[in-house]
């Protein structure tokens, strides 16, 4: 950690507030701001590569509505076999470096059949199915041993959030999250069992960085882009180009809500 950290502070001198965390085929946001530096995973000690599709893998400085955010181009997920613990490394990082607040996007199946594709939903909650937490990863110190899910996800940023979606008129829900590892999509069974238990989406990844957030006291935010619907009764093959494809039509659309959220913060 303090190599990391070290290497960070020497190539990124501006102090950041935020952490911004974009998934599959939301990369492309990074365009649109004034980059202050850019770093490859790969040159970062102790960071890993991603393996994701559409993960560019880059960690950027930059500016959105004048503030000054970091933004992580891809992320690291179990599936591509990394322990729970490893895909929140950036996250300690970030902590580390003195950030406060996270948003974090991803792609996710929509379970709640009001929802359409392309849709956002707000994640005002979540249900952790995965196993293994990626907070046992630093249990023997004793500030970090227990975490209190008590407003995992800030209902400030949220009303925020909603404010600025009634702004731009921005199809918003909210909703809760179910986070599975993969990288099996689910079946009809789990289709089924997941909207008993309550959960609006299914996604394999955000909730390990909410997680890992939370335990440094730094205020979350989650925002999942609803790449199709997944009914039990009607399944068809999965077709990942059009997936991937719905997070890159909706980059400008998360750039624009991502801009006016956080010029009100």
């Not at 309550?198 to 609803?226: F, H, K, M, N, T």
Request: hydrophobic share 40%; glycine share 8%; with cysteine.
């Amino acid at each position: 950690m303090r190599e990391t950290v070290s290497f960070l502070q020497n190539k990124i001198e501006t102090e950041h507030d935020i952490l911004l965390i974009l998934g599959s085929g939301f990369g492309r946001i990074v365009d649109k701001i004034s980059v202050q530096a850019s770093i490859s995973y790969q040159d970062i000690p102790h960071f890993m590569r991603t393996n994701a599709p559409t993960h560019d893998g880059n960690l950027v400085s930059g500016k959105i509505a004048e503030k000054n955010v970091l933004i992580m181009q891809g992320r690291f997920h179990i599936y591509e076999g990394y322990e729970a613990a490893f895909t929140t490394y950036p996250v300690r990082v970030s902590a580390e470096l003195g950030v406060k607040l996270l948003i974090t996007t991803n792609l996710s199946g929509g379970i709640n059949q009001t929802f359409n594709v392309g849709d956002f939903m707000v994640v005002e909650d979540h249900i952790h199915l995965s196993g293994p937490s990626p907070l046992i990863w630093g249990v023997q110190e004793d500030s970090g041993k227990f975490t209190d899910m008590y407003e995992a996800y800030s209902p400030r940023l949220i009303a925020l959030c909603e404010k600025s979606m009634a702004e731009l008129n921005i199809s918003l829900h909210r909703g809760v999250l179910a986070y599975l590892t993969g990288p099996a999509f689910e079946t009809r069974a789990e289709l089924r069992m997941l909207k008993t238990l309550g959960a609006d989406a299914v996604g394999w990844s955000l909730v390990p960085e909410a997680l890992e957030a939370r335990r440094r006291g730094i205020d979350v935010l989650g925002l999942a882009c609803i790449s199709d619907i997944s009914n039990p009764e009607k399944m068809v093959p999965v077709d990942l180009e059009e997936l991937y494809q719905v997070g890159s039509d909706k980059a400008d659309t998360l750039f624009e809500l991502l801009e006016d959220f956080i010029g009100r913060l």
